[in-house]
């Protein structure tokens, strides 16, 4: 029985991990890596104010931002910020107003 789950389990892993990988490659625009932000308002304190990500916009978590942006959307911009979007991601402009 324990081997009959393993084997289940092994299966399961490597179907979710073959479709992550399909659906990371098809996601090269900033608009669609941006749903991956939170979007629940309670865990605004997870959230950085006053921040921007060139692929993820304007709700990020602390101590993201263009330069630390570990998921970078192919023509990312590391120069970007709130002040000077570079014409990237408007994914979450004004949540925290």
């Known amino acids: 029985m324990l081997t009959a789950n393993i084997t289940s389990l092994t299966a399961s892993v490597a179907s979710l991990t073959a479709a992550y990988t399909i659906l ?3 996601t090269s625009a900033p608009q669609a890596l941006g749903t991956q932000c939170p979007r629940d308002n309670t865990r605004k304190g997870y959230l950085a104010e006053n921040k ?3 692929t993820h916009g304007y709700r990020v978590n602390k101590g ?4 630390t942006c570990k998921n970078k ?6 120069g970007a ?8 991601s408007t994914n979450n402009k004004g949540w925290d107003t």
């Open 24 to 26: 990371m490659a098809g």
């Open 52 to 54: 921007y990500c060139w």
């Open 64 to 67: 993201h931002n263009s330069i």
């Open 73 to 78: 959307a192919d023509v990312h911009k590391d």
């Open 81 to 88: 910020t709130q002040a000077n979007t570079m014409n990237g």
